[in-house]
């Protein structure tokens, strides 16, 4: 509405001073004064319109979702949990040749767990030995309530339980279960979701977007999460401050249903220390922790992980292993973490295991840092890169630059006290002052926008003044954009053409008014035919331009209805199709501009690319979603100085087949926590800069 006054405003402005300027540019502010009054039209309509919308609605109920609707939107979020973990699984070479044997059995610490009697009826079966994954499955499925708390030390395999967990539940699901579903702690703000349901239907709505479909009726993630149908897997409880960890225990208990089931993972040391926190346990939950790997289990399974002609160092290794005489190793391999960095980083690229045994015997945390070290060169030449291969690394990239990168994400990560171990994307642009790059944009478009109208008309002052003028606006539009989160597109025809009638009609009504906008501004210059012109050349533009830019962007803008997750790659996509779609529908609209601008009797080149430019500006300016242009103009900055790659998107998703980075939703994470701090420690110098909130 403020932006309609102003354009308003400055269209009745322009108008006034046309006649007293030179004849030349006495036209071309006339056709500004025609696309100003038309674009105040159609911020002003558009205003009137989302207004009306709203009354409309206020009032009206929201049918409720059937029993086949339910049905329906389970089976597709099964589906799509299912797709995201195996990939991850694969990328991971989680059962590949099987999964690790890690024990687990309920904990010992009767002060972190309920009474027996309320977990479940008999016995909890939770028994420490070498239990399959689906044994696990069955031993939740007895619990009274079905809630299960893993704990365990770092890089003790808590995720990856987790995810077989959830794949397991998901293989052998039956229609009456719920569906589970892996969300990370890190995400949950009590203060904007204080109940668990509400902030779990948010990251369905978030994670998910197909379960936003037309088809499946309205508000399908809050159905799903209010009638008990989600199983939260809620992963790192121990990410959370302190504070928030103690609030999220007591939130869990104050907004859990006796029905409502549970798995959560945490460290063993910051869950206690909650717990005594709050006063209390998580009701009626099963509590479990992992026993040490021996040394025997851990040979075993490294040397199934082995080619079948191995270094002619790795028996020795493995000899050394199982008679105990490498403590250190025996240490570091008793942990699902330690087993794999040796995995990755002497069998995968067949090096040789040499210095295992010489580190072996000294500090477990000197061969910790020994092996993080090694990841990074180890994947790389393990995995080269295959552009046909899903799981490897589509473009060649140096250790030294992967680590140099991956450390300054890590270090911004540490600084982040809102959100210490999701990235996102978007989130680049908020990895550096964003005034220095509004200013370099504004800048650049000034100049564009001031030498274009300089060539056209040979009016050099009006030129400085018309570029000063857009970099002013272009400066003051784009100051929300390095916060704003991406937005989808959805193009499917299909089940919507009657969606069009009310875009037709408000542009109908939008076009109305700015007809009688084009007779109030000029009828008092020229009488009642220029006055009647006034008002079909400005109705026609607003009212066609509304169709177009507005309503059209706002057809189309609502989360996309493909049946897999959301990933990074694809919101990143998503919000550069509709910035695509803002800027083909403006110089639509810039072109309907230039033909009134001919029939003004300007110039052809001076009313075509004019229009055409103002369409462009407008375009890209309109929209609640602009994270992909706040991406594109952050990256250079942080290309130039060393910290991120030109091609950011593309290294997030090599670094992710790498096995360095893993997905969750819309979000990369490190795959384990340990690594992030040891990258943030610094071994690959960088300069980061704090995170600032844009200005």
Same mark, same amino acid.
């Given at each position: 509405?403020?932006?309609?006054?102003?354009?308003?405003?400055?269209?009745?402005?322009?108008?006034?001073?046309?006649?007293?300027?030179?004849?030349?540019?006495?036209?071309?502010?006339?056709?500004?004064?025609?696309?100003?009054?038309?674009?105040?039209?159609?911020?002003?309509?558009?205003?009137?319109?989302?207004?009306?919308?709203?009354?409309?609605?206020?009032?009206?109920?929201?049918?409720?979702?059937?029993?086949?609707?339910?049905?329906?939107?389970?089976?597709?979020?099964?589906?799509?949990?299912?797709?995201?973990?195996?990939?991850?699984?694969?990328?991971?070479?989680?059962?590949?040749?099987?999964?690790?044997?890690?024990?687990?059995?309920?904990?010992?610490?009767?002060?972190?767990?309920?009474?027996?009697?309320?977990?479940?009826?008999?016995?909890?079966?939770?028994?420490?030995?070498?239990?399959?994954?689906?044994?696990?499955?069955?031993?939740?499925?007895?619990?009274?309530?079905?809630?299960?708390?893993?704990?365990?030390?770092?890089?003790?395999?808590?995720?990856?339980?987790?995810?077989?967990?959830?794949?397991?539940?998901?293989?052998?699901?039956?229609?009456?279960?719920?569906?589970?579903?892996?969300?990370?702690?890190?995400?949950?703000?009590?203060?904007?979701?204080?109940?668990?349901?509400?902030?779990?239907?948010?990251?369905?709505?978030?994670?998910?977007?197909?379960?936003?479909?037309?088809?499946?009726?309205?508000?399908?993630?809050?159905?799903?999460?209010?009638?008990?149908?989600?199983?939260?897997?809620?992963?790192?409880?121990?990410?959370?401050?302190?504070?928030?960890?103690?609030?999220?225990?007591?939130?869990?208990?104050?907004?859990?249903?006796?029905?409502?089931?549970?798995?959560?993972?945490?460290?063993?040391?910051?869950?206690?220390?909650?717990?005594?926190?709050?006063?209390?346990?998580?009701?009626?939950?099963?509590?479990?922790?992992?026993?040490?790997?021996?040394?025997?289990?851990?040979?075993?399974?490294?040397?199934?992980?082995?080619?079948?002609?191995?270094?002619?160092?790795?028996?020795?290794?493995?000899?050394?292993?199982?008679?105990?005489?490498?403590?250190?190793?025996?240490?570091?391999?008793?942990?699902?973490?330690?087993?794999?960095?040796?995995?990755?980083?002497?069998?995968?690229?067949?090096?040789? =295991?040499?210095?295992?045994?010489?580190?072996? *015997? @000294?500090?477990?945390? &000197? /061969?910790?840092?020994? +092996?993080? %070290?090694? !990841? $990074?060169?180890?994947?790389?030449?393990?995995?080269?890169?295959?552009?046909?291969?899903?799981?490897?690394?589509?473009?060649?990239?140096?250790?030294?630059?992967?680590?140099?990168?991956?450390?300054?994400?890590?270090?911004?990560?540490?600084?982040?006290?809102?959100?210490?171990?999701?990235?996102?994307?978007?989130?680049?642009?908020?990895?550096?002052?964003?005034?220095?790059?509004?200013?370099?944009?504004?800048?650049?478009?000034?100049?564009?926008?001031?030498?274009?109208?300089?060539?056209?008309?040979?009016?050099?002052?009006?030129?400085?003044?018309?570029?000063?003028?857009?970099?002013?606006?272009?400066?003051?539009?784009?100051?929300?954009?390095?916060?704003?989160? =991406?937005?989808?597109?959805?193009?499917?025809? *299909? @089940?919507?053409?009657? &969606? /069009?009638?009310?875009? +037709?009609? %408000?542009? !109908? $009504?939008?076009?109305?008014?700015?007809?009688?906008?084009?007779?109030?501004?000029?009828?008092?210059?020229?009488?009642?035919?220029?006055?009647?012109?006034?008002?079909?050349?400005?109705?026609?533009?607003?009212?066609?331009?509304?169709?177009?830019?507005?309503?059209?962007?706002?057809?189309?803008?609502?989360?996309?209805?493909?049946?897999?997750?959301?990933?990074?790659?694809?919101?990143?996509?998503?919000?550069?199709?509709?910035?695509?779609?803002?800027?083909?529908?403006?110089?639509?609209?810039?072109?309907?501009?230039?033909?009134?601008?001919?029939?003004?009797?300007?110039?052809?080149?001076?009313?075509?690319?004019?229009?055409?430019?103002?369409?462009?500006?407008?375009?890209?300016?309109?929209?609640?979603?602009?994270?992909?242009?706040?991406?594109? /103009?952050?990256?250079?900055?942080?290309?130039?100085?060393?910290?991120?790659?030109?091609?950011?998107?593309?290294?997030?998703?090599?670094?992710?087949?790498?096995?360095?980075?893993?997905?969750?939703?819309?979000?990369?994470?490190?795959?384990?926590?340990?690594?992030?701090?040891?990258?943030?420690?610094?071994?690959?110098?960088?300069?980061?800069?704090?995170?600032?909130?844009?200005?």
């Amino acid at each position: 509405m403020a932006l309609g006054v102003l354009l308003l405003g400055l269209s009745t402005v322009f108008l006034i001073v046309a006649p007293q300027l030179q004849q030349g540019l006495g036209k071309t502010v006339g056709t500004a004064t025609f696309v100003a009054a038309a674009g105040s039209a159609m911020a002003l309509g558009n205003s009137l319109i989302q207004f009306l919308s709203w009354w409309r609605k206020r009032g009206a109920p929201a049918p409720a979702p059937t029993s086949a609707d339910i049905g329906k939107a389970k089976d597709i979020l099964a589906g799509m949990v299912t797709q995201q973990w195996r990939d991850e699984t694969i990328l991971r070479s989680l059962c590949d040749p099987e999964p690790m044997p890690l024990p687990w059995r309920s904990t010992e610490r009767r002060e972190l767990v309920d009474h027996p009697e309320i977990i479940a009826k008999g016995t909890v079966a939770f028994p420490g030995l070498d239990v399959h994954i689906a044994d696990m499955a069955h031993n939740f499925r007895a619990l009274r309530c079905r809630r299960l708390v893993v704990l365990g030390g770092p890089g003790t395999g808590k995720t990856t339980l987790a995810v077989q967990l959830v794949l397991e539940l998901l293989r052998t699901r039956q229609p009456e279960e719920p569906v589970p579903v892996l969300v990370s702690a890190a995400r949950w703000d009590d203060r904007t979701c204080p109940q668990l349901q509400d902030w779990l239907a948010a990251s369905l709505a978030m994670d998910y977007p197909a379960l936003r479909a037309e088809g499946l009726g309205p508000d399908i993630p809050e159905t799903l999460v209010a009638r008990g149908e989600v199983l939260p897997v809620i992963d790192g409880l121990d990410e959370l401050p302190a504070h928030a960890r103690a609030d999220m225990l007591a939130g869990l208990n104050r907004s859990m249903y006796d029905t409502d089931q549970l798995i959560l993972t945490c460290r063993t040391a910051q869950f206690a220390e909650s717990v005594r926190e709050i006063s209390d346990v998580l009701t009626a939950t099963a509590v479990i922790e992992p026993q040490p790997m021996t040394p025997a289990a851990a040979a075993d399974y490294l040397t199934a992980c082995l080619p079948p002609v191995p270094h002619a160092r790795w028996p020795r290794v493995l000899e050394a292993l199982r008679a105990g005489t490498v403590p250190a190793l025996s240490e570091v391999t008793s942990t699902s973490l330690g087993l794999w960095l040796v995995r990755a980083t002497y069998i995968a690229p067949r090096a040789n =295991p040499t210095p295992l045994l010489e580190l072996g *015997r @000294g500090s477990a945390a &000197e /061969l910790h840092d020994h +092996l993080c %070290d090694q !990841l $990074i060169p180890a994947l790389i030449s393990a995995r080269p890169p295959a552009e046909a291969h899903p799981f490897r690394p589509q473009h060649a990239w140096s250790a030294e630059q992967v680590g140099r990168w991956l450390t300054y994400l890590s270090q911004q990560l540490t600084r982040s006290v809102e959100d210490p171990r999701d990235m996102a994307w978007w989130h680049l642009a908020r990895h550096t002052p964003c005034r220095p790059v509004r200013l370099w944009a504004s800048v650049a478009i000034g100049v564009v926008v001031g030498l274009a109208f300089t060539l056209l008309t040979g009016m050099p002052l009006a030129g400085v003044w018309t570029g000063l003028l857009s970099a002013l606006v272009v400066m003051i539009m784009i100051g929300s954009w390095f916060t704003e989160s =991406p937005g989808h597109a959805d193009f499917q025809l *299909r @089940g919507r053409l009657t &969606e /069009l009638l009310p875009v +037709l009609r %408000d542009g !109908l $009504i939008v076009g109305a008014l700015g007809a009688i906008v084009g007779w109030l501004m000029a009828s008092p210059l020229g009488g009642t035919k220029v006055g009647l012109e006034a008002a079909r050349d400005i109705g026609l533009l607003s009212g066609v331009g509304f169709v177009v830019v507005l309503s059209l962007i706002r057809w189309v803008e609502r989360p996309t209805t493909a049946a897999t997750a959301r990933s990074p790659r694809s919101t990143w996509q998503a919000d550069r199709n509709l910035t695509v779609i803002r800027i083909v529908s403006g110089l639509v609209v810039g072109l309907m501009g230039g033909a009134i601008g001919l029939k003004a009797q300007l110039s052809p080149s001076l009313a075509i690319v004019g229009g055409l430019l103002l369409g462009l500006l407008f375009g890209l300016m309109l929209g609640r979603h602009h994270a992909w242009l706040a991406y594109t /103009l952050t990256i250079p900055r942080l290309a130039t100085r060393g910290r991120m790659p030109l091609r950011a998107m593309d290294f997030l998703d090599d670094a992710h087949r790498l096995g360095l980075l893993r997905t969750e939703g819309p979000y990369y994470q490190f795959r384990h926590i340990e690594l992030q701090h040891h990258l943030a420690r610094g071994r690959y110098e960088t300069h980061g800069e704090e995170p600032r909130p844009p200005s």
